[in-house]
């Protein structure tokens, strides 16, 4: 949560100075790579295997693999997935 915060609440009374790119990078890989589970399959295609904190009621995001965007929104016990040339 600090990495993810350290912009929208200055947590390093930097802010003015710019973003931390490098620090929201990371935020985004570990929301889609570990809770969303994003991966590549054997075959090639996109896949997700989410595994969501239990107080989280959503997770949206959308990636481009391949000339592909795929997006995904994961809900608690559900998720769809959508493919757009």
């Given amino acids: 949560m600090r990495a993810a915060l350290v912009d929208i609440e200055d947590v390093r009374g930097n802010t003015h100075e ?3 790119a490098a620090s929201a990078g ?3 890989q570990a929301l889609a790579f570990g809770f969303a589970g994003l991966h590549l399959t054997k075959a090639g295609e996109v ?3 989410p595994q969501l904190p ?3 009621k959503r997770l949206a995001f959308a990636v ?3 000339g592909k965007r795929y ?3 994961l809900r ?3 998720g769809v997935a959508t493919v757009r040339p």
């Fill in 18 to 20: 710019g973003i931390h």
């Fill in 26 to 28: 990371g935020v985004w």
């Fill in 47 to 49: 896949a997700v295997a």
């Fill in 54 to 56: 239990p107080h989280w």
């Fill in 64 to 66: 481009k693999v391949h």
């Fill in 71 to 73: 997006g995904f929104d």
């Fill in 76 to 78: 608690q016990g559900e």
